[in-house]
Each structure stands twice: as structure tokens, then as C-alpha cells.
């Protein structure tokens, strides 16, 4: 059993694992264990999480989402098949958790009176400047 907080728990039943070979150093050892770990979690069909936490982890980490809602999560940083898979749960725990927190509510707010003076400047050092650039006509 996967506990992300307190009150969300994933059950064994609803991910399963697969190993490879991991590629990078290790000598021998490479070629003859299966040490990588990949981690799929049917989270369309989980019931032990909020469809509203599976929506906003789905915008959140959408390359870690297949098209029929499966999250992929694979890890070969370790040289042992155990903390490979110690290393996935703890990367889908840290997803879940992101997904579960919502996002900070944007306050509108308004230029203050300085901003908007320097912005006025602004622009009319940018119009002088520019007036100042035109081919002056002679009278005559």
C-alpha cells in the first residue's frame, strides 16, 4: 500500500511492475540483471483517488499519462531492482501530491499610481524620440 498523505492511501492491486535491463554503468552486472523498474498505474480506473486529483495530474504531467489513462513511471537510477521500485513509488507519491494541492487563486490587482506615471513617461520619451528621427520639411 502506496500513503501519499493521511487520508489517501493506493492499494498494491492497482499498479503493476515491469523490469529491463538498465542501461549506463555497472559493468557486467548490466547484462545479466533486470534492474530497471517501470511502474503503470491505471489511474482512469483507481477508485482511491478524487477524479479532480486524476484531472489536474493528467495537466500537470501529461507525458507521463498513455491515451487509455495508464501512468508510466520508470526509473533505472539505482544499481538493485528494489530501490529502482522504491525510487517509482516515491516519484508517483510526489505526483499525487502535487495534483492533490489546487492552484493558488490569482488576485486581480491594479498598477499603482507610480507604475502608471513612469509608463506615461515612458512613452512619451519613446514619441519624442521618434518625432525627433522625422525629415524635417523646410518652409518655402
Same mark, same amino acid.
Given at each position: 500500500?502506496?500513503?501519499?498523505?493521511?487520508?489517501?492511501?493506493?492499494? +498494491?492491486?492497482?499498479?503493476?511492475?515491469?523490469?529491463?535491463?538498465?542501461?549506463?554503468?555497472?559493468?557486467?552486472?548490466?547484462?545479466?540483471?533486470?534492474?530497471?523498474? *517501470? *511502474?503503470?498505474?491505471?489511474?482512469?480506473?483507481?477508485?482511491?483517488?478524487?477524479? *479532480?486529483?486524476?484531472?489536474?495530474?493528467?495537466?500537470?504531467?501529461?507525458?507521463?499519462?498513455?491515451?487509455?489513462?495508464?501512468? *508510466?513511471?520508470?526509473?533505472?537510477?539505482?544499481? +538493485?531492482?528494489?530501490r529502482n521500485r522504491d525510487d517509482c513509488l516515491a516519484?508517483?507519491?510526489?505526483?499525487?501530491?502535487?495534483?492533490?494541492?489546487?492552484?493558488?487563486?490569482?488576485? #486581480?490587482?491594479?498598477?499603482?499610481?507610480?507604475?502608471?506615471?513612469?509608463?506615461?513617461? +515612458?512613452?512619451?520619451?519613446?514619441?519624442?524620440?521618434?518625432?525627433?528621427?522625422? +525629415? #524635417?520639411?523646410?518652409?518655402?
Amino acid at each position: 500500500m502506496l500513503t501519499i498523505s493521511d487520508e489517501l492511501t493506493l492499494p +498494491d492491486g492497482e499498479y503493476e511492475w515491469s523490469y529491463a535491463r538498465a542501461g549506463g554503468p555497472g559493468g557486467q552486472n548490466v547484462n545479466k540483471v533486470a534492474s530497471k523498474a *517501470l *511502474l503503470r498505474w491505471a489511474m482512469t480506473l483507481s477508485t482511491a483517488v478524487p477524479d *479532480l486529483v486524476k484531472n489536474r495530474f493528467a495537466k500537470l504531467y501529461p507525458s507521463y499519462v498513455t491515451n487509455t489513462g495508464d501512468v *508510466l513511471i520508470v526509473s533505472q537510477r539505482y544499481r +538493485d531492482q528494489e530501490r529502482n521500485r522504491d525510487d517509482c513509488l516515491a516519484k508517483l507519491a510526489d505526483m499525487i501530491r502535487r495534483a492533490k494541492t489546487p492552484p493558488k487563486a490569482r488576485k #486581480v490587482s491594479k498598477p499603482t499610481a507610480g507604475a502608471k506615471r513612469r509608463r506615461l513617461a +515612458d512613452k512619451k520619451h519613446n514619441a519624442e524620440r521618434k518625432t525627433a528621427r522625422r +525629415d #524635417v520639411k523646410a518652409d518655402g
